[in-house]
């Protein structure tokens, strides 16, 4: 039966943990998933499903990874003292979020727990400029950027930017962005001090436009050995700065597809990353490839692995966080996966929503009545804009998988 304490102590010693390497660890050994997140509760399952056992630490009983971990901690995943204490029962520990403290992971380290990512990782691909600085001291290839920490860094910012050839301006907030969210477009010199003011005075990366054709990520799975597996290329579109659609295999040539998984390998062997490693990269016009962001953990663009992959990237970041051999993945078949956002809950935007019971919810069963399509949600409560679950559609080709996603879409958005 499920519990909802912390485990209890397995009484190891920390000083031997300190200088032990990473040994396999075998089910049923407990994995911590810190963060309560939909990536926390895939995760989780994943976990489960492969013979471990999972303690989610997260602030809210209704996070999604406490409903499908071995056990709940309600309380702050960020905090070095909670941390600490449950490295002594845990085998590893991991994150779901870039929202965790990494002196909550450091914690952890200097008793000898094993962390992955590790706080050196989170502490990098949590703040734009780090992580902007990671990428080009690394020569891995990034457009032009400023690191602002000041009004008048920022007019003189956008000024050059601007001055060097950039139509626009993206200005984004160094941390605790996401889905588009802590970002402006600037255009003129004269809406520095608009969009300074606006993101809340807080150190930004502005970054010139970039003119890209498409979208893609990569993502990389890499072990404590060093060891790694490079996960398909998925094809991304995003919509108001949202991941919007990711189809595998993406749209790419063979040449593109190879420059993008030798970036992403790249990083992950100068970042040491262990788990997976997601780089998010733009395509431009004449083939090149520019480093987008990245994250040390399951990625949204991923979730297409769940059902057209040899293996789903939250098996993966299992494998490689318990040091499992990491096979290739290969791609069963082409699928195309779109996020169902919280805006298909309102009235105005969703004119299939039926009610069930006491709760309004889109009208799932015409998209369900096509076989090929699979629906997964995470069990939150709907807001616009917030990720509330995806749906996954395969199909003998990449064009008919588009074909069918899109038309579940325009059912679930469409009056008929
Ligand atoms: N420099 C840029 N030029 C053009 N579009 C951009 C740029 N940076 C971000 N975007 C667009 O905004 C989206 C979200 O930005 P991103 O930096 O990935 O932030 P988030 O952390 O919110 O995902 C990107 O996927 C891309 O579509
Ligand atoms: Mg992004």
Request: glycine residues 8%; aromatic residues 4%; contains cysteine.
């Amino acid at each position: 039966m499920k519990q909802r304490a912390a485990p209890a102590s397995q009484a190891r010693d920390p000083a031997m943990k300190k200088t032990a390497p990473w040994p396999m660890i075998r089910p049923p050994a407990t994995i911590a998933i810190l963060g309560g997140g939909q990536l926390g509760s895939m995760l989780a399952q994943a976990a489960g499903q492969m013979g471990y056992r999972t303690l989610c630490v997260s602030a809210n009983e209704a996070d999604p990874a406490g409903r499908w971990s071995d056990h709940h901690l309600i309380a702050d995943p960020g905090d070095a003292n909670v941390i600490s204490r449950i490295a002594q029962d845990v085998q590893v520990i991991t994150v779901e979020t870039e929202s965790i403290e990494p002196s909550a992971l450091a914690a952890a380290e200097s008793i000898g727990a094993r962390v992955a990512p590790s706080s050196h990782v989170q502490t990098i691909v949590r703040d734009r400029r780090l992580e902007k600085g990671f990428l080009a001291a690394n020569d891995l290839a990034v457009g032009a950027f400023r690191v602002v920490e000041s009004a008048a860094q920022m007019q003189q910012a956008c000024e050059e930017l601007l001055a060097d050839g950039a139509t626009e301006i993206l200005a984004k907030t160094a941390r605790g962005g996401y889905d588009g969210k802590g970002q402006r477009w600037i255009r003129t010199p004269s809406q520095a001090d608009a969009a300074w003011q606006a993101l809340g005075q807080v150190p930004l990366v502005v970054e010139a436009k970039v003119d890209f054709v498409s979208e893609m990520s990569v993502i990389v799975a890499r072990s404590p050995d060093g060891g790694r597996s490079v996960l398909p290329v998925f094809g991304n579109e995003h919509r108001h700065g949202i991941l919007f659609q990711t189809r595998m295999p993406a749209a790419v040539s063979e040449s593109t597809a190879r420059a993008a998984m030798d970036l992403a390998r790249r990083a992950a062997d100068h970042l040491k990353v262990v788990g997976l490693l997601a780089v998010e990269m733009f395509v431009l016009a004449d083939g090149r490839v520019l480093v987008n962001e990245m994250a040390a953990r399951p990625h949204n663009s991923g979730h297409v692995t769940l059902r057209a992959a040899s293996r789903s990237q939250f098996e993966m970041h299992i494998a490689a966080i318990c040091g499992l051999p990491l096979p290739e993945v290969e791609i069963l078949r082409p699928a195309v996966m779109t996020n169902v956002l919280g805006d298909l809950w309102s009235v105005e935007s969703a004119p299939a929503l039926t009610k069930v019971g006491e709760h309004r919810s889109p009208d799932w069963a015409t998209v369900l009545a096509d076989g090929r399509a699979t629906l997964h949600l995470y069990g939150k409560t709907p807001r616009p804009g917030r990720k509330m679950g995806h749906l996954i559609h395969t199909g003998h080709t990449i064009e008919e998988a588009l074909v069918s996603a899109n038309a579940a879409f325009g059912r679930l958005t469409t009056p008929s």
